[in-house]
């Protein structure tokens, strides 16, 4: 079966540019998480769903980041006005939910911001 | 703020030999994961601790979890190249959020 896909899966922008950054789940998985992670470092949360809803949204860094999700499958990271400081692989991983909590990542964005 | 630390930072070793690499934290953990990421790709996932004091062995690979939840190992015998990887812990906090914390990882090196 087909795992967690990413699109695209390098991106180059300018500083101030607006992103969107795609993520399909496994079919079936309701829960979807948002990761950032620099080099050298893990992952660093951002965001999860439970369905369409962003249950906890407490890792987003600031106001220019949004996900939405509004189907329950297909997500999307939107980052306004990018920075340099938000170059990092954006990773997407989704899971069945609870109790599970087993996480299936995709490959990952890769975003540099010039 | 919940963090986790994993030691070694790095660990280059030769074939056959026996590691055991260590995630620690001062916060208690509901479950705790480990997790092997190879260069451009995302993390996969070897296996989720639950209970304090649980063992789990994966083949040559064998899981400990702290009987307080905050700390947990992982033991590798008899290394083979294969196993060369970022090994990443990630816990679940406390009260069964889904804000996973994850460590910075130990970049293993198995030399043939």
């Known amino acids: 079966g087909a795992g967690v896909s990413q699109t695209p899966s390098n991106k180059v922008t300018e500083k101030g540019k607006y992103v969107e950054l795609r993520c399909d789940p496994i079919s079936g998985h309701t829960a979807l998480y948002w990761y950032r992670q620099s080099l050298g470092q893990g992952p660093e949360f951002l965001i999860y769903f439970q369905g369409t809803g962003a249950a906890d949204d407490s890792g987003l860094p600031n106001d220019r980041f949004f996900a939405v999700r509004p189907e329950g499958s297909v997500s999307t990271l939107k980052i306004q006005r990018t920075e340099r400081g938000d170059s990092a692989v954006y990773l997407c991983a989704s899971s069945r939910g609870l109790p599970y909590n087993e996480q299936f990542f995709g490959p990952g964005t890769r975003l540099t911001v010039l | ?112």
């Open chain 2, 1 to 112: 703020t919940q963090l986790l630390e994993q030691s070694p930072q790095f660990l280059s070793i030769q074939e056959g030999e026996n590691l055991t690499v260590y995630c620690n934290s001062s916060s208690v953990f509901s479950s705790l994961q480990w997790y092997r990421q190879e260069p451009g790709e995302g993390p996969v996932l070897l296996v989720t601790v639950v209970t304090g004091g649980e063992v789990k062995k994966l083949k040559r690979l064998t899981f400990q979890f702290g009987d307080a939840r905050k700390d947990s190992s992982l033991h590798i015998t008899a290394a083979q190249t294969g196993d060369t990887g970022l090994y990443l812990c990630a816990g679940a906090p406390d009260n069964y959020g889904q804000n996973f914390v994850f460590g910075p990882g130990t970049r293993l090196s198995v030399l043939p």
